[in-house]
């Protein structure tokens, strides 16, 4: 009920400015204010939900009680713009600029090689930079911690914490080498390597030309704010909006008056449950109440029996508050605030611990919340208030389950929280586990207490609560009581095991899935707590000679009470040095900063959607089906045309030229083959008017059969994108006749989502002129953009030009899919002759666009004892989605690269495309080999069983060892291959390692430790000579600066800055005199899409050919006057009507295959490299912590080794994640449910390994690329499968203790659930296991 009287004025200040809003509109969040009111887009949108860190910039308040000024990071687009009454934001943009004053923290990310698409960069630096105002000198701990809360997908985060790390206290000493030996220590330098010492170095960036930080050149907090903030006004702030009113009172008794006359408005703290709420479900509160301003909400007293902490503390407070009192107290007070604490460490990221209140966090009562569980076995009480008074209430399981009798009244509001002291004999411990160990939400958690009687093991008192297994959390109560009075010992543990599956049972159909593994975490956080309660009794009872006999713990089993803890990586990276010859001037081999990252640091590159609005711009949202497979029997737009701003409903009958391919339409016509699928389009006046008025179209459908999801199901129904890909040698069928043993086995290996940070967008700008068309998209294509558009349009391709200046990652999902957004979008704006912008929200991204085609494979390997492979037949099918898009291309690549570096005589090959009702998949880095190569390598693990041998012994056995010709008959020679196989084994130590980890196992039961090596042959480029094509455009000016374009496009792999080492070498001249603009259709025609690894090298022959042909042009002035400058000898061709402009080209590579004949020679050459990691398993939880990992990777001689170690980094993560934790959920109905960063987990800063080197191999040269370079975007991600192996190499350790057979399905990702089921046990045998038959499963597997 908005409220019509006058708004206040809203007041806060920005970097310094001030701002002052008369209309606010409460609805609005701070991210849109700062990118459309304030054109401030240094701050990026990659999510909406709080979940990546994109979007962080800095709070400042002045805390009036403790007279000080507190600096936060916050997640800007869940800030309510109306919160920021009297606060100071600081954004990128206030931090420093590239034309004023660089701050060291953005001057060292970009320099440390910490930025590559640079999307997530202004979101790390404003991590960065507001722990540096807090702590100038943080610790690592603290540093990880800051980054905690931030994603990136290009970097693999090494480079960033490297950047971090060089601000840290601990940072004085070498943070080259993570062995804690500096590199420059004799030895430091591995003395294998091939290439001389002195040639290899380890520096990527020189830590002593940094700017120092000088904290007393920040912006001040103002001093109208700290006036404000010591003589607060009392009165109530009102903003009105058209829709929402807000309210912000100045006392708590206004508050409470508000609270009694709108008992129905939320009370609004940090906005991070109300927020998503109100985005992603639709929740609508007319009236908001803002507890900003009560500052009683925020007290916190110490008492003698515990501690009163106000609802209004953010969590980050309430974790300081918490730390302070454990140092304060002795250990037996303090358990319940150590388990918090714990929790509290990995609850989110640090940015929204920042703003999420503890009031908000309990009176959300998520089922994963990490504190209610603990504060519900604390005994915590809370305290209400209202206009009536006063009162408490326990936070127990009745108030946790909603019921009315146990809840708030709607007047009322959570004022503080007491949270008692634990006693002596009492223990509270914490459990949690995730897919990953931080910034995810729990699969389950649990909060447990125990009070013994003193000196004795008897049970006094008992309390278990559990979150995330159930729809609320969920309290043990009857077997807490039935288990008062037993001893602590195993007959108790076993009846608690008993009564706790009993009580907290989930039905086979939960929502969330993984029930199987929830129910065993149940049962497995008991027994740590068990054996943790124990231990602390054994501590006790060394004090009290005659106390009660306990029992003991076996050894063994000691393992299972550590946590892994979170840690920063180190390590080394190696690469080789220029030679000593090459020129000062020369910058190829050199590890030359990204052209973009000075600018990605102060958020001064432009982005797609940075492009300041248009006059008369609309803005575009999609509709997409809602059903798998249906026919569409009507679309009613009326009621959304009627809309307020809306403009029109852009249909497939809207379409001039062609709607798409016939088998991939732009928009469906009269079917829907998938949830997801585009029907139609709604352009409005605003972003917020286009997506209300999607809601209003109906859409009416007639579902159709049959639909299909699974590969399964797909091979039943015959369902095919094309026809079968076969590649055979030697006899299969003959060999397998004479093997001693045979394997068969089948790998599952699910999809990927590309998640690049910035999701798809495009601005399509009509021209008033001949139906020109300027489009501004975010693609890794611009020229298939281009000709979609022109046919959508039937318009020649010369009236439209694309524009690409730079993509915020692409990975391959933006090769085909802009070109629909494109035409869609190029669509609406001839329809309506306005300027049209599309930028994709992320669920829809993810939803929408499809990604890596996840894979189901079937394996038969015949092997002698020896290890030998003779016959290896596999047969695989990949989920191809609705549409053909690339799915036959990546069959193909598929069967091409499955042999990988093994030389095997008896092969066949098969793959298959399947149709399904899913959105069709697509490009991903790898191009199917990452997913391909995992059956070949499963094989090899499996002889390996079988042969009792271990697997590197088969892997060596069997590799490639001279000269050959794969399996399409083309000749190679693998001793680079076998380089990198020697180095990785020596670099990494590998065998004494192997020998570490099996003594460690012997000695440890719940834990396991795991090691595996994989060495990689991976060809690059495309299979067809046309698709290597590449042209570049050359100009120089009369002034001597010279512009360079060329057909790549940058999406952070660092293009542009390969392509000017290049010309700079060829012209001679530095890179500061080179520029390159963008990426245009008008400048390079018809050009290849920057994919397959192979852009950097054709588009460096195109621009090498284009210098050259300059050059040869400027030889007679140059040699007329040698001593001449470059300026002199431009300024004597233009005299001379010398052209100063060139096209360079390149014609491609040799590339063709024969499928009917299974040869050809489809590669212009191949990647080789090796990975070993080493990992430990917690099989009681199924969590993982990688320990190391060792790359060599062979880039031929680098343009740019830190480009290219930043490529092998980022590309091994990536590759980590789609083998461990990226798991894509679909519903029975085929609607996918990961849509965001909260369901869909990619690494984190805190998933990489503790010791990650990579070293790039020396002296190897391939004549036949430019400088002898090899491309590395994508070789990497296979690499990550060695994080894979080591975790089944542990878990096969595991079950080999456990007596269990050792070969078991295998399944990417290797997911926390995947490992904790396969460490097969006493408590997986308790749990009840469900008939799949009997209920519909909340989720279904597609691979
Ligand atoms: C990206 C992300 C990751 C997260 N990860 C985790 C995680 O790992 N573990 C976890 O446990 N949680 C997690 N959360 C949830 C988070 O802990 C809660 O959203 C948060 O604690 C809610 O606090 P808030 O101040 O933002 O509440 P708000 O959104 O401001 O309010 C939430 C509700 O509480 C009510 N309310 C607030 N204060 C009071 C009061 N004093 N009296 C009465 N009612 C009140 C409001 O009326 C509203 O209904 C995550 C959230 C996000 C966005
Ligand atoms: S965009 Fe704000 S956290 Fe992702
Ligand atoms: S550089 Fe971090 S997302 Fe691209």
């Known amino acids: 009920m908005p409220c019509p009287s006058k708004s206040d004025d809203l007041v806060f200040f920005v970097s310094g400015r001030k701002v002052i809003e008369r209309n606010v509109d409460p609805e609005v969040t701070l991210l849109t204010f700062l990118r459309k009111n304030l054109r401030l887009t240094g701050t990026k949108y990659a ?9 962080t910039v800095m709070v400042s308040k002045y805390d009036p009680v403790l007279a000080k000024i507190r600096h936060f990071s916050v997640t800007a687009c869940l800030v309510p713009i109306c919160s920021l009454y009297g606060n100071a934001v600081t954004t990128v943009e206030g931090v420093g600029s590239i034309n004023t004053r660089l701050h060291p923290v953005q001057e060292r990310i970009a320099k440390s090689h910490g930025t590559q698409c640079g999307f997530c960069t202004p979101g790390m630096v404003m991590s960065m930079y507001t722990l540096l105002r807090n702590h100038p000198q943080p610790s690592e701990e603290q540093l990880t911690e800051a980054l905690g809360g931030n994603l990136c997908r290009c970097t693999g985060y090494r480079p960033i914490l490297a950047s971090g790390r060089t601000f840290c206290v601990e940072s004085n000493g070498c943070q080259q080498r993570g ?5 420059l220590d004799p030895g430091g330098n591995d003395s294998s390597s091939v290439g001389r010492e002195s040639d290899i170095c380890t520096e990527l960036f020189a830590e002593d030309e940094f700017q120092p930080l000088d904290p007393t050149q920040e912006l001040i907090f103002p001093p109208e704010l700290l006036r404000m903030a010591e003589k607060p006004e009392k009165q109530t702030l009102t903003f009105h909006g058209e829709r929402v009113t807000w309210i912000s009172p100045g006392t708590l008794k206004d508050l409470l008056e508000l609270k009694a006359k709108h008992p129905e408005a ?16 639709g929740h609508f509160h007319p009236i908001l109440l803002s507890a900003a301003r009560i500052s009683e909400l925020s007290v916190v007293s110490k008492t003698s029996e515990g501690l009163i902490i106000g609802a209004g503390c953010s969590l980050a407070q309430v974790k300081d508050i918490l730390a302070e009192r454990v140092s304060e107290l002795p250990e037996e007070k303090t358990q319940t605030y150590r388990a918090l604490l714990k929790q509290l460490k990995s609850l989110a990221g640090q940015q929204i611990r920042n703003m999420a209140s503890l009031g908000g966090h309990i009176i959300s009562r998520h089922c994963y919340s990490d504190l209610n569980p603990i504060l519900a076995v604390g005994n915590t009480t809370l305290n209400l208030i209202s206009v009536e008074g006063a009162r408490q209430m326990p936070l127990n399981e009745r108030f946790l389950a909603g019921l009315a009798s146990a809840d708030l009244k709607p007047e009322e509001i959570l004022e503080s ?33 125990v009070l013994l009687k003193e000196g004795t093991g008897t049970i006094e008192d008992l309390s ?3 979150g995330g297994a159930g729809a609320v959390m969920v309290s043990a109560q009857k077997s807490c009581q039935r288990l008062i009075g037993r001893p602590w010992d195993e007959l108790m543990l076993e009846e608690a095991c008993r009564l706790l599956l009993e009580e907290v049972s989930l039905p086979g159909w939960a929502p969330g899935g993984k029930v199987e593994f929830k129910r065993t975490l149940v049962v497995s956080f008991f027994f740590k707590f068990y054996l943790e309660v124990l231990q602390e009794l054994k501590k006790l009872a060394k004090f009290m000679p005659d106390s009660h006999h306990y029992p003991e713990i076996p050894d063994g089993f000691l393992s299972a009470l550590e946590d892994f803890p979170i840690t920063g990586p180190q390590g080394v990276q190696r690469y080789q040095s220029v030679d000593s010859h090459q020129s000062l001037q020369d910058p190829v081999g050199r590890p030359i900063v990204h052209l973009s990252g000075l600018k990605h640091a102060t958020g001064e590159a432009i982005f797609c959607d940075d492009i300041p609005t248009m006059d008369r ?24 045309l009627e809309l307020p701003g809306v403009v029109d409903v852009i249909t497939a009958e809207d ?21 997801g699928h585009i029907i139609c389009a709604v352009v409005a006046e605003t972003n917020v008017q286009a997506k209300s008025a999607i809601e209003k179209i109906k859409i009416t459908y007639e579902d159709i059969e049959p639909v299909i999801f699974t590969i399964n199901d797909a091979i039943k129904h015959n369902s095919f994108l094309c026809p079968e890909k076969k590649l055979e040698q030697g006899n299969i069928e003959e060999a397998f006749e004479k093997v001693d043993q045979i394997v068969e086995g089948e790998v599952h290996v699910g999809g990927q989502e590309h998640f690049y940070m910035e999701t798809q967008r495009v601005l399509v700008i009509p021209k008033a002129e001949d139906k020109e068309l300027d489009i501004y998209v975010s693609t890794q294509d611009p020229s298939h953009v281009q000709r979609t558009v022109s046919s959508t349009l039937s318009i020649p391709i010369n009236r439209t030009t694309c524009h690409v200046k730079r993509v915020g990652g692409g990975f391959g999902g933006k090769v085909g899919r802009p070109a629909v957004f494109g035409a869609i979008a190029a669509v609406g704006a001839t329809k309506t002759g306005r300027p049209i912008r599309l930028v994709l929200d992320r669920e829809d991204d993810m939803l929408i666009t499809g990604g890596r085609h996840p894979l189901f494979g079937k394996y038969k390997v015949g092997f002698m004892n020896s290890g030998r492979i003779k016959a290896l037949d596999i047969e695989c099918f990949i989920n191809g989605g609705c549409m053909l898009d690339d799915s036959e291309q990546v069959t193909e690549f598929l069967i091409l690269k499955l042999e990988n570096a093994y030389k095997i005589h008896n092969l066949r090959f098969r793959g298959r495309a399947c149709m399904t009702n899913l959105p069709s998949n697509t490009a991903f880095r790898g191009f199917g080999f990452p997913q391909g190569t995992l059956i070949t390598e499963s094989c090899i693990t499996a002889v390996a069983a079988k042969c009792g041998l271990l697997p590197e012994k088969i892997r060596e056995k069997n590799m490639y060892k001279t000269v050959d010709k794969t399996i399409y008959k083309q000749a190679f020679s693998p001793e680079t291959l076998i380089r990198c196989w020697n180095e990785c084994l020596d670099k990494s130590s590998f065998h004494s390692r192997r020998m570490q980890v099996e003594e460690f196992n012997k000695k440890n039961y719940w834990k396991k430790k795991g090691i595996a090596i994989v060495p990689m042959k991976f060809s690059v480029g495309f299979a067809a000579t046309s ?37 700079s070498r060829e012209l001679k001249i530095p890179m500061s005199s080179m520029h390159i603009c963008e990426t245009s259709t008008a400048t390079v025609p018809n050009t290849i899409a920057t994919a397959a690894s192979i852009g950097s090298d054709v588009n460096g022959r195109a621009v090498q050919n284009a210098c050259q042909i300059l050059l040869k042009r400027l030889e007679p002035i140059i040699k007329k006057n040698p001593e001449g400058t470059w300026e002199d000898w431009i300024e004597a061709a233009f005299e001379q009507r010398i052209s100063l402009s060139a096209t360079g080209y390149f014609r491609g590579y040799k590339a063709f295959m024969d499928w009917e004949k299974g040869e050809g020679d489809p590669f212009p050459y191949y990647v080789y490299g090796a990975a070993c990691s080493e990992i430990e398993i917690d099989c009681l939880t199924g969590a993982h912590k990688k320990i190391r990992t060792d790359i060599i990777m062979d880039a031929g001689c680098s343009l740019n080794p830190a480009i290219d170690i930043g490529q092998v980094e980022g590309s091994f993560i990536q590759g980590m994640g789609l083998y461990t934790t990226e798991e894509l959920k679909y519903s029975p109905e085929g609607v996918l449910y990961s849509r965001g960063p909260d369901e869909y987990k990619i690494p984190t800063i805190t998933d990489i390994p503790e010791e990650f080197n990579v070293s790039l191999l020396p002296s190897s040269q391939t004549p036949l690329t430019i400088y002898s370079s090899k491309g590395l975007g994508e070789s990497g991600m296979f690499l990550g499968s060695s994080v894979f192996f080591a975790i089944t190499d542990a878990v096969a350790a595991a079950r080999r203790e456990r007596d269990i057979a050792e070969d078991f399905t295998v399944k990417s990702p290797a997911t926390p659930e995947w490992i904790r089921m396969a460490c097969a046990d006493r408590f997986t045998e308790m749990i009840p296991r469900d008939d799949l038959r009997t209920f519909k499963p909340w989720s279904i597997p597609i691979a």
């Open 417 to 449: 929280v007491y949270v008692p002291h634990s006693h002596a004999w009492e223990f509270v411990s914490a459990f949690r586990q995730a897919q990953c160990q931080q910034n995810a939400l729990a699969d389950v958690n649990a909060g447990m207490r």
């Open 47 to 55: 999510c909406g939900r709080g979940g990546c860190g994109a979007c």
């Open 1027 to 1063: 698709y290597h094509q590449a042209a570049a455009l050359v100009h120089i000016y009369t002034d001597g600066s010279v512009l360079v374009t060329h057909g790549g496009n940058e999406l952070g792999q660092g293009i542009h800055t390969k392509m000017l080492q290049v010309a």
């Open 655 to 675: 379409i001039p030229g062609t709607n798409g391919a016939e088998d991939d339409k732009l928009m469906a016509v009269d079917e829907v083959l998938c949830v």
């Open 266 to 281: 939320p009370l609004i703290l940090g906005n991070t449950s109300l927020g998503p709420a109100m985005k992603s479900q």
């Open 464 to 466: 278990i609560s559990y």
């Open 179 to 183: 062995t804690g030996k500096c590199c």
């Open 617 to 640: 711009e609309l803005f575009m949202v999609l509709v997409t089906s809602t059903r798998a497979h249906a026919k569409i029997i009507s679309i009613d737009s009326s009621e959304a």
